[in-house]
């Protein structure tokens, strides 16, 4: 798999004459001792991370740890002054920093989209008119606007509300127009700050459904920030945590282990609960008698929980399974493709 966004010892800071800070980081400086003296915002420090072609990559940390920051330079929104972006584009690697006013427009019409907490949406306008707002001011023509639109409002299910005024909808139902509407200038890479974070916890969790579906047809890369533990392991692939504008690498560290702490244990399943020893990982999770459905389904209906993340022995997320699957699996005929239950 190839990467999609290359991060290279990147540094950001807030403020004028950043090299004042650029000087104490390589000295070692904290940041909080480079705003004490300098009064800069150290956004991010010497980050260096790529995000894979069709994953979905998960960036969780304290509020002011630096995410958003970092997410922000994958279309140059944020002030990067030293390290290198590299976006992957139909004509190659692309780093906003240092491309064309017209090769950064490109960057951020067709290849870059994002989704925000605040949907952003027009009040005034329809719901089909506010996922065609991106493509109209692109001077894409009525008809071909109107079907990508309906395509993208068909995807994420909203086809009998293209016509109703956004504030006629719920919360979710709006995130899921913020979602058409990043999907609609068919960009391969989706930013998500907190998408989902202001949502209720029902809502929240048939999004996170949303955006699973999706992955499974669009492939797209997708960089996801939020502070929910068991959002993170349910969606993504990879987790990267930050913590004062650096990306902390090594698990046995304190402030990882803070994070992991918090997580739901009644929604973590050992791999090796629903598995058979002989079953390699592939397309789903192979449960290959009811005796290791029972253990499961036991565990998930003791922790009151209707869905659980799935983890390796070193607690690696590998995958999603719901209860309802498990029971269904357990109460019909078994075949070899009933024993399949998708890793969602």
């Known amino acids: 798999m190839s990467d999609a966004v290359i991060f290279g010892n990147v540094d950001i800071v807030f403020g004028d004459n950043p090299q004042r800070a650029l000087d104490m980081v390589d000295q070692g400086k904290t940041r ?36 958003s920051t970092l997410l922000r330079a994958v279309n140059g929104l944020a002030p990067v002054v030293r390290g290198n972006v590299g976006v992957k584009t139909d004509a190659g690697f692309v780093d906003p920093y240092k491309a064309s006013a017209s090769v950064l427009r490109d960057l951020r ?34 008809a071909e606007r109107e079907k990508t639109v309906a ?3 068909e995807l994420v299910n909203l086809s009998k509300w293209a016509n109703r005024k956004v504030q006629e909808l719920s919360g979710g139902m709006q995130q899921r ?75 046995a560290d304190d402030y990882i282990s803070a994070f992991v702490k918090e997580v739901n244990r009644g929604r973590v399943i050992m791999l090796g609960t629903i598995m058979s020893p002989s079953t390699q ?50 109460v019909t005929p078994k075949t070899h493709e009933d024993n399949q239950i998708a890793a969602e």
Do not use: C
């Open 151 to 153: 395509t993208q409002l």
């Open 109 to 142: 019409m067709h290849t870059v989209s994002m989704v925000f907490q605040q949907f952003g949406l027009l009040p005034w306008r329809t719901v089909a008119e506010n996922v065609g707002f991106g493509l109209e001011l692109a001077g894409v023509p009525d």
């Open 32 to 67: 909080d001792e480079i705003g004490a003296e300098t009064g800069l915002v150290l956004g991010v420090a010497g980050a260096s991370l790529s995000v894979q072609e069709g994953e979905i990559l998960v960036l969780m940390g304290l509020s002011g740890s630096g995410k």
């Open 281 to 330: 990982q592939g397309e789903g999770l192979q449960l290959p008698n009811d005796m290791v459905l029972e253990t499961a389904a036991r565990m998930m209906t003791e922790a009151r929980q209707t869905s659980a993340n799935v983890v390796d022995e070193a607690g690696k997320p590998v995958g999603h399974v719901d209860l309802q699957q498990i029971i269904g699996a357990m």
């Open 177 to 251: 127009v913020g979602l058409a509407r990043a999907l609609s200038n068919d960009a391969d890479i989706l930013l998500m700050d907190e998408a989902y974070s202001a949502l209720d916890p029902l809502i929240r969790v048939d999004m996170q459904s949303v955006l699973l579906d999706l992955q499974k047809e669009l492939k797209k890369t997708v960089v996801f920030i939020t502070h929910d533990l068991d959002e993170a392991l349910r969606l993504g692939d990879r987790i990267a945590i930050l913590r004062d504008g650096e990306v902390i690498q090594q698990p």
